[in-house]
């Protein structure tokens, strides 16, 4: 008798345990899956709402001494801060000595440009801007009915460069030569060289490269120039690029995600790369377009590029 009840006390100590492991399982199970679940919550807000920079350093063997290009690129009229207040703010302390805005600024559908005219003038007063067009703003300037935008641009102060470009002599630092373009700058398939060359894009780069000053380019799309023989055909010091968003989604380790026509997880998503006779650095931009998934891993980046 006395061992039997042993026996049963027993039993109920070890079912006693049985429950407080499952108990403990359980928590830790729940404690992980909020854990995860604030990490995923906290890197989709701060791709939302941080602010990053990007330092890269490129010697160029055509400047006297150090140049600083800040590149701004596919904000999509997103703000950081009361009229981008924190992203003024951010850009004037590190000192540019010019800014470049390569497109998608605003979005297609935005009712007017008026908040990107007000970032343009502060950014002026930090240093000279220079702009070209995205898709964003070809589709906006289309949607108004008007190619009133390139105006509202210039107006800011802004040095807007539609398959134009402007030779620059800076004191001490040396003289460039700093361009801008939307299109492809690769031989269209079903085209003949012949029909290429006469086309604005082929005829503004021939006529663009044809100097001895550094050649700056201002250009939304990598894929102008990642496609077809454009990358040899052309010979530009310094391509500076976004439209792709660093892939929009980042994974870690495997990096960007998606990159239009340049496909999945490819290595030009981001970051300072060689192209045959160019060079092209890629900004993962600012911001987002509405009609796309929201960044997640990805924060919105501030691009310093220090040329030497």
């Given at each position: 008798?006395?061992?039997?009840?042993?026996?049963?006390?027993?039993?109920?100590?070890?079912?006693?345990?049985?429950?407080?492991?499952?108990?403990?399982?359980?928590?830790?199970?729940?404690?992980?899956?909020?854990?995860?679940?604030?990490?995923?919550?906290?890197?989709?807000?701060?791709?939302?709402?941080?602010?990053?920079?990007?330092?890269?350093?490129?010697?160029?063997?055509?400047?006297?001494?150090?140049?600083?290009?800040?590149?701004?690129?596919?904000?999509?009229?997103?703000?950081?801060?009361?009229?981008?207040?924190?992203?003024?703010?951010?850009?004037?302390?590190?000192?540019?000595?010019?800014?470049?805005?390569?497109?998608?600024?605003?979005?297609?559908?935005?009712?007017?440009?008026?908040?990107?005219?007000?970032?343009?003038?502060?950014?002026?007063?930090?240093?000279?801007?220079?702009?070209?067009?995205?898709?964003?703003?070809?589709?906006?300037?289309?949607?108004?009915?008007?190619?009133?935008?390139?105006?509202?641009?210039?107006?800011?102060?802004?040095?807007?460069?539609?398959?134009t470009w402007?030779?620059?002599?800076?004191?001490?630092?040396?003289?460039?030569?700093?361009?801008?373009?939307?299109?492809?700058?690769?031989?269209?398939?079903?085209?003949?060289?012949?029909?290429?060359?006469?086309?604005?894009?082929?005829?503004?780069?021939?006529?663009?490269e044809d100097?001895?000053?550094?050649?700056?380019?201002?250009?939304?799309?990598?894929?102008?120039?990642?496609?077809?023989?454009?990358?040899?055909?052309?010979?530009?010091?310094?391509?500076?690029?976004?439209?792709?968003?660093?892939?929009?989604?980042?994974?870690p380790v495997?990096?960007?995600?998606?990159?239009?026509?340049?496909?999945?997880?490819?290595?030009?998503?981001?970051?300072?790369?060689?192209?045959?006779?160019?060079?092209?650095?890629?900004?993962?931009?600012?911001?987002?377009?509405?009609?796309?998934?929201?960044?997640?891993?990805?924060?919105?980046?501030?691009?310093?590029?220090?040329?030497?």
């Amino acid at each position: 008798m006395h061992r039997g009840k042993s026996e049963n006390q027993k039993r109920k100590r070890s079912g006693g345990g049985s429950a407080g492991k499952k108990r403990v399982i359980l928590f830790g199970a729940a404690a992980l899956f909020f854990a995860v679940m604030a990490w995923f919550l906290w890197l989709l807000y701060s791709a939302t709402n941080g602010l990053s920079v990007t330092y890269y350093t490129l010697n160029t063997g055509k400047l006297e001494s150090t140049l600083r290009i800040i590149q701004l690129s596919d904000l999509h009229s997103h703000e950081f801060g009361t009229d981008n207040e924190k992203l003024i703010s951010a850009i004037r302390e590190l000192e540019p000595d010019l800014i470049f805005c390569t497109g998608d600024m605003l979005n297609a559908d935005d009712p007017d440009s008026e908040k990107l005219q007000r970032l343009l003038r502060e950014l002026n007063g930090i240093a000279s801007v220079y702009y070209s067009l995205g898709n964003h703003e070809i589709a906006y300037m289309s949607s108004q009915g008007s190619a009133e935008l390139g105006q509202e641009i210039a107006d800011t102060g802004t040095v807007f460069l539609n398959g134009t470009w402007e030779d620059v002599t800076l004191p001490g630092v040396g003289s460039l030569r700093v361009g801008g373009m939307y299109g492809y700058a690769f031989c269209p398939e079903g085209m003949s060289e012949e029909e290429f060359a006469r086309e604005r894009t082929a005829r503004f780069l021939m006529e663009y490269e044809d100097t001895d000053a550094l050649r700056l380019l201002l250009v939304h799309r990598p894929d102008s120039f990642y496609f077809g023989d454009a990358r040899e055909r052309w010979h530009v010091d310094l391509i500076f690029s976004g439209h792709l968003h660093g892939g929009q989604v980042r994974l870690p380790v495997l990096g960007g995600v998606y990159g239009g026509d340049l496909g999945w997880f490819s290595e030009y998503l981001d970051g300072l790369h060689t192209m045959g006779n160019c060079r092209m650095v890629i900004s993962r931009g600012l911001g987002s377009s509405p009609d796309k998934i929201p960044r997640w891993n990805n924060i919105p980046e501030i691009l310093v590029m220090d040329l030497k």
